[in-house]
């Protein structure tokens, strides 16, 4: 079984690719249970994006509260999909998981389109299209070695637990909902609340509003708005949206 969370399509696109090599089954976790078995000898992968260096809040809040009962001989692995660099992502998980008592396999890292659009500019096409291209080849390598089940931390540029000292910080304030706002052009459709992951906003007088004051900082309602009224900060009009044009999110 093959959990993911993908706010703009990546991460999907990256568990799908390897649960139908695997003949397995990917499952987004924001629709999970409480509680998986694994059978003898299965497959527990993990495909979760990086977001400041470290794991979404989101998928950290899902490896703690979620059992798994991994029997023997589960194979069990994690891929990290980034912009830039995976950073603490991967250890993050493996520290997670090896704290409920389950020993992570293999970690795996695919670099694709930077999806933080305060920083990051999308608005070329083709250069995005290029990653895309790229990162279609590093997980076409990627999949012959989870299955054949290889060990080790293939991540590149990858960084130690520790550094979330320096990074989460960073991230809770990167994730204080005040950092968005909508502009007039907004239709009323309420679709950024209805696929919002966490639930941080809801529409008032037909107009978003964020009534958490963090959310996952995942930009879901920015790269999904069917007019690009929603904006985080003042440079992301410019830097354009995005989705991954091989899945439906």
Not at 20 to 42: F, K, M, R, W
Not at 48 to 58: A, F, G
Not at 148 to 154: L, P, T
Request: charged share 20%; proline share 5%.
């Amino acid at each position: 079984m093959i959990f993911y969370f993908s706010a703009t399509g990546n991460s999907k696109y990256v568990a799908e690719r390897i649960a139908d090599a695997l003949n397995d089954t990917a499952v987004s976790i924001e629709h999970g249970q409480v509680s998986y078995e694994i059978p003898e000898n299965g497959i527990l992968g993990f495909v979760m994006p990086t977001y400041t260096w470290e794991m979404p809040s989101i998928c950290r809040a899902f490896l703690k509260n979620t059992e798994f009962k991994a029997a023997a001989g589960t194979y069990v692995f994690e891929v990290s999909t980034y912009g830039v660099m995976p950073g603490a992502s991967g250890a993050d998980a493996k520290h997670i998981l090896q704290s409920k008592g389950i020993q992570v396999d293999a970690l795996f890292g695919i670099q694709m389109p930077d999806t933080w659009t305060p920083i990051f500019d999308l608005s070329d096409k083709e250069k995005v299209a290029e990653r895309n291209r790229a990162a279609e080849q590093e997980i076409g390598s990627m999949i012959p070695a989870i299955q054949q089940r290889r060990r080790g931390n293939f991540q590149k540029r990858r960084m130690p637990y520790a550094v979330r000292l320096v990074t989460d910080p960073v991230y809770q304030s990167l994730r204080l909902t005040r950092h968005f706002h909508v502009e007039d052009s907004c239709i009323g459709c309420g679709l950024c609340a209805r696929k919002c992951p966490v639930s941080a906003i809801e529409m008032k007088k037909k107009k978003p509003s964020w009534v958490k004051k963090q959310c996952t900082m995942c930009l879901r309602c920015l790269h999904h708005c069917s007019v690009f009224a929603i904006q985080y900060g003042s440079t992301t009009k410019k830097h354009g949206q995005y989705r991954n044009p091989h899945v439906k999110v």
